[in-house]
């Protein structure tokens, strides 16, 4: 007879065949946290699917080479300034992870460290659109790149082999700046470090913390107060690529929230609807 259990472990089987070999060795060696990831199937969606998103994040690299041509004509007669340099994040900046956020949501599997560790030591990210053409034509016209990135040690020459083999330029140990062992997750002390050797032209990020510390910490107001407090600098000296897919916006959402259900309803308590009046 075709019991119930025989239909779970046919069920189970046959899901296993389509892992891939490096997901089947963690599966054997640690449980997987199962958890609701329904409520990203649109924002990852949108990342993949729409025209709309690839639009902003072409124009947003438009605008940062605009902002590059009027910089070095600016400074094309200063033979003492430093060399000018870029500063840019990693992660939905210039690679492209929704593959890995997709199959969070396929498999409703939650995020862990080792999961996103496999994933980036196979380099197999792509590139947000028009990143690749915006950097090339920057280091081109003499302009350095820095990738600074809160990936790991671990992690490193992953990232490293999957910049080099989308044909980003100016990648090497120097140039990618991933986050030490022991420190914060501020990149503060990187930007710093960048500075005190070149002149920033411009700083590109899908977070507010690729930019400054200045947003760090704050609720969902202070953060938007934040925004306009700065936001001569964004178009400017800041370029914002989006990402609706995860960001330091959803800690402001969560606050201390750590079990899923807490989550839940963090979200659904930040939602603004429309107060419907009773009848008469």
């Not at 609706?244 to 603004?272: C, F, H, T, V």
Request: aromatic share 10%; proline share 4%.
């Amino acid at each position: 007879m075709f019991t119930y259990a025989k239909f779970v472990r046919v069920s189970v089987l046959t899901s296993l065949l389509f892992l891939p070999a490096n997901l089947l060795a963690q599966t054997s060696t640690r449980p997987q946290t199962v958890i609701d990831n329904d409520y990203q199937t649109y924002a990852v969606l949108w990342t993949q699917s729409s025209a709309e998103y690839r639009a902003l994040a072409l124009q947003a690299f438009n605008l940062a080479r605009l902002r590059v041509d009027q910089d070095l004509a600016r400074h094309r007669s200063r033979r003492r300034m430093k060399p000018p340099a870029i500063i840019v994040d990693a992660d939905e900046t210039v690679l492209d992870n929704s593959r890995f956020q997709a199959e969070l949501v396929l498999r409703n599997v939650a995020f862990t460290s080792q999961a996103w560790q496999d994933w980036i030591n196979r380099a197999e990210a792509g590139a947000v659109p028009g990143a690749l053409e915006f950097l090339n034509y920057s280091f081109r016209h003499g302009v350095r790149v820095f990738y600074i990135t809160n990936r790991r040690q671990t992690e490193k020459a992953g990232t490293v082999a999957n910049l080099k083999k989308l044909g980003f330029p100016n990648v090497s140990e120097e140039t990618v700046m991933i986050r030490e062992q022991g420190t914060t997750a501020s990149k503060e002390s990187r930007r710093q470090s960048v500075r005190s050797r070149y002149r920033v032209v411009l700083l590109v990020g899908d977070n507010l913390n690729d930019f400054n510390d200045d947003f760090t910490g704050k609720s969902i107001a202070d953060r938007k107060a934040q925004v306009d407090r700065e936001r001569a600098e964004f178009g400017t000296q800041f370029i914002v690529v989006p990402n609706p897919m995860y960001g330091d916006w959803e800690s402001a959402i969560y606050g201390n929230a750590s079990s899923e259900a807490e989550k839940r309803e963090r979200r659904r308590a930040a939602l603004q609807g429309i107060t419907v009046q009773p009848g008469p």
